[in-house]
């Protein structure tokens, strides 16, 4: 079951309300010897539903945007110190911010720290951006810094 908004709610009610006109008008025009008119009233059913079937699709893509819009709320940054983005309820684990800023935003963690010569890095594992957090070891630099 899906839910669907208010306002959503009342534009899909109008336009299936005037398919259901366009249906009656369509039976009514079938009555009559006029083809030009039955014709006429065919390609007003045709094009009300082409309407009903594009509010569909435009309904279904704002409760999509609505979620992640919902989810970018969850998301805090980037920080001051690494440009780092993360989850509010797991500050510890920080996101790509390549990943996360790129359109289509994607949710990536960056990889653990490691020690790479004199630095200590993280790499994100989706698309490889790396970022330099501190020079020194890693034991040095296991608990977070923001």
């Known amino acids: 079951m899906s839910f669907i908004p208010p306002d959503a709610l009342s534009t899909i009610q109008l336009v299936s309300g005037l398919v259901a006109s366009a249906k009656?008008?369509?039976d009514l025009a079938k009555l009559s010897s006029n083809r030009d008119l039955q014709a006429a009233v065919s390609e007003l059913l045709i094009g009300v539903m082409d309407v009903?079937?594009?509010?569909?699709?435009?309904?279904?893509?704002?409760r999509d945007l609505k979620a992640?819009?919902?989810?970018?709320?969850?998301?805090?940054g980037p920080d001051a110190k690494f440009g780092y983005f993360h989850f509010k309820s797991k500050p510890d684990e920080p996101l790509c911010p390549k990943c996360y800023q790129s359109v289509p935003s994607k949710i990536?963690?960056?990889g653990p720290r490691?020690?790479?010569?004199?630095?200590?890095v993280r790499a994100c594992p989706v698309c490889g951006f790396s970022h330099r957090e501190r020079m020194g070891s890693l034991s040095d630099s296991q608990s977070p810094t923001w």
């Open 52 to 62: 009903k079937v594009h509010v569909i699709e435009l309904d279904e893509e704002v």
């Open 114 to 120: 490691q020690q790479l010569g004199n630095w200590v």
């Open 108 to 110: 990536a963690n960056m």
């Open 24 to 26: 009656n008008a369509v």
């Open 68 to 76: 992640q819009l919902a989810r970018r709320e969850e998301i805090e």
